[in-house]
């Protein structure tokens, strides 16, 4: 391949292939040559302010420590100026005295294994008062005699015990066996009093309508004491004697309250009876029969 040369005013000369691939090599040599020119001066810019900067931070950081050490100067001197006033004649205050310090609770032993001591109070008190007072034991209780006087046998004094129930218990007898029956009776009656008022209620205890199985080992009945004066003192609301019922039984049937509560009762129980007597028969067939 022959290349063409332009030689001005359109006299042109053949140019081999290899001078053309001199040219070439020229052209791009000198273009290698050009940037490699541009980019050393580039980094020796960037060098140059690299190095302005360094010496820039490092002249701000030797100024900051700097005013940091006359600051710290200037401190020490503050403190060193400070006075301290002391008077002569000033008293040493007394020191305290606790007296004597009670024992530690816990007492750890040297090791691990050792074991741990835990301090009671009360023990190293009486301790203490046993110690400081030395009396003689309280001689024992005589033996209780029998009316014959004998002592009574292990069988008797067990019986005895079970006679009461104890001081906590304010002592409370046991009533024989003998008068069970009789304070059944008045126990029951007791525990009908929910029926003199309709308008009082009471728990229904354990025992009730057992009889004699239903009564506390240990129990007493009391007994309300009367007095002239039933309501407090000598005044005009007294009750003259004509006034006043012979019995409780009485006042309750004389009040108008307890009269209509007593008829309404006793109508109840007529009305009951009445359904299991005569000419009931159609009555409790109309009832069994269905409404349609």
Same mark, same amino acid.
């Given at each position: 391949?022959?290349?063409?040369? *332009?030689?001005?005013?359109?006299?042109?000369?053949?140019?081999?292939?290899?001078?053309?691939?001199?040219?070439? @090599?020229?052209?791009? +040599?000198?273009?290698?040559?050009?940037?490699?020119?541009?980019? +050393?001066?580039?980094?020796?810019?960037?060098?140059?302010?690299? *190095?302005?900067?360094?010496? $820039?931070?490092?002249?701000?950081? !030797?100024?900051?420590?700097?005013?940091?050490?006359?600051a710290?100067?200037?401190?020490?001197?503050e403190?060193?100026? #400070?006075?301290?006033?002391?008077?002569?004649?000033?008293?040493?205050?007394?020191?305290? !005295?606790?007296?004597?310090?009670?024992?530690p609770?816990?007492?750890?032993?040297?090791?691990?294994? !050792?074991?741990?001591?835990?301090?009671?109070?009360?023990?190293?008190?009486?301790?203490?008062?046993?110690? +400081?007072?030395?009396?003689?034991?309280?001689?024992?209780?005589?033996?209780?005699l $029998?009316?014959?006087?004998?002592?009574?046998?292990?069988?008797?004094?067990?019986?005895?015990?079970?006679?009461?129930?104890?001081? *906590?218990?304010? !002592?409370?007898?046991?009533?024989? #066996?003998?008068?069970?029956?009789?304070?059944?009776?008045?126990? #029951?009656? @007791?525990?009908?009093?929910?029926? @003199?008022?309709? =308008?009082?209620?009471?728990?229904?205890?354990?025992g009730?309508? =057992?009889?004699?199985?239903?009564?506390? =080992?240990?129990?007493a009945?009391?007994?309300?004491?009367? $007095?002239? $004066?039933?309501?407090?003192?000598?005044?005009?609301?007294?009750?003259?004697?004509?006034?006043?019922?012979?019995?409780?039984?009485?006042?309750?049937?004389?009040?108008?309250?307890?009269?209509?509560?007593? =008829?309404?009762?006793?109508?109840?129980?007529?009305?009951?009876?009445g359904?299991?007597?005569?000419?009931?028969?159609?009555?409790?067939?109309?009832?069994?029969?269905?409404?349609?």
């Open positions: 391949m022959v290349a063409v040369a *332009d030689k001005g005013k359109g006299k042109q000369k053949a140019v081999e292939p290899q001078d053309v691939n001199q040219l070439q @090599l020229l052209s791009s +040599s000198d273009s290698e040559s050009a940037s490699s020119s541009s980019s +050393s001066s580039d980094s020796e810019s960037d060098d140059s302010d690299s *190095d302005n900067e360094i010496e $820039t931070t490092k002249s701000y950081l !030797d100024s900051l420590i700097e005013n940091a050490k006359q710290a100067l200037a401190k020490e001197a403190v060193g100026e #400070e006075d301290i006033l002391t008077l002569e004649s000033e008293r040493q205050l007394p020191l305290l !005295d606790p007296g004597l310090k009670p024992g609770y816990l007492e750890f032993g040297n090791t691990r294994q !050792d074991p741990t001591k835990k301090l009671d109070p009360d023990a190293a008190l009486a301790e203490k008062d046993a110690g +400081s007072l030395a009396l003689p034991h309280a001689p024992p209780a005589p033996p209780e $029998t009316k014959s006087g004998k002592p009574l046998t292990k069988k008797e004094r067990k019986a005895l015990k079970h006679l009461t129930a104890g001081p *906590d218990w304010f !002592d409370l007898p046991a009533p024989p #066996e003998s008068d069970l029956p009789r304070l059944a009776r008045e126990v #029951e009656a @007791l525990r009908l009093r929910n029926q @003199l008022d309709p =308008k009082r209620f009471y728990k229904k205890e354990e009730e309508g =057992k009889g004699v199985k239903g009564l506390p =080992k240990y129990f009945i009391g007994k309300i004491v009367t $007095t002239d $004066t039933p309501f407090g003192g000598p005044t005009s609301e007294n009750l003259t004697r004509g006034e006043r019922k012979r019995t409780l039984v009485d006042e309750l049937v004389d009040d108008a309250e307890a009269k209509r509560y007593a =008829k309404r009762k006793f109508e109840d129980l007529q009305s009951v009876r359904a299991r007597g005569r000419d009931t028969l159609r009555a409790k067939q109309a009832l069994r029969r269905g409404k349609w």
